[in-house]
C-alpha cells in the first residue's frame, strides 16, 4: 500500500522559511516525479513545484525564486520543499503528490491529474 505523508508545516511569521517534508513509502518512486501542490480554503488546489525523477525541476510563478524542491540524496522516496521569504498569501495546506514508476524518468506534470498518489497535506499559515 502507497502512502505519502508529508510534515513539517506549522504557523509561521512573514519572512520566515519552512521547510517541507514528504516521505513516500509502499513503492520505489526514486525515479518517479514527485510534486508538491498547495490548496488555501475556498480555492482550487494548484501546482507549487515537481522534481522529476532524471532531477528536473519545475516552479509555479509564485514558487520561483523563493521555494525550491529536492531529494534525499540517499533515500530517493523523500522529497523536501524548501520555503523562503514566505507570505500570508502562501497560507495553504501543502499536499505531496508521486506519479507512478510506469510514467518514466523525464515526466513530470503541473496539473494534479498528472499524478497517481497523494498525501494527507500539511499546513502552513504564515502571519503578517
Known amino acids: 500500500q502507497v502512502q505519502l505523508v508529508e510534515s513539517g508545516g506549522r504557523l509561521v511569521q512573514a519572512g520566515d522559511s519552512l521547510r517541507l517534508s514528504c516521505a513516500a513509502s509502499g513503492r520505489t518512486f526514486s525515479n518517479s516525479a514527485m510534486g508538491w501542490f498547495r490548496q488555501a480554503p475556498g480555492k482550487e488546489r494548484e501546482f507549487v513545484a515537481v522534481?522529476?525523477?532524471?532531477?528536473?525541476?519545475?516552479y509555479a510563478d509564485s514558487a520561483k525564486g523563493r521555494f525550491t524542491v529536492s531529494r534525499h540524496n540517499v533515500n530517493k522516496n523523500t522529497v523536501y520543499l524548501q520555503l523562503n521569504s514566505l507570505k500570508p498569501e502562501d497560507t495553504a495546506v501543502y499536499f505531496c503528490?508521486?506519479?507512478?514508476?510506469?510514467?518514466?524518468?523525464?515526466?513530470?506534470?503541473?496539473?494534479?491529474?498528472?499524478?497517481?498518489?497523494w498525501g494527507q497535506g500539511t499546513q502552513v499559515t504564515v502571519s503578517s
Open positions: 522534481i522529476s525523477g532524471s532531477g528536473g525541476r519545475y
Open positions: 503528490a508521486a506519479a507512478d514508476p510506469y510514467r518514466g524518468t523525464f515526466y513530470y506534470n503541473t496539473r494534479t491529474q498528472g499524478y497517481d498518489y
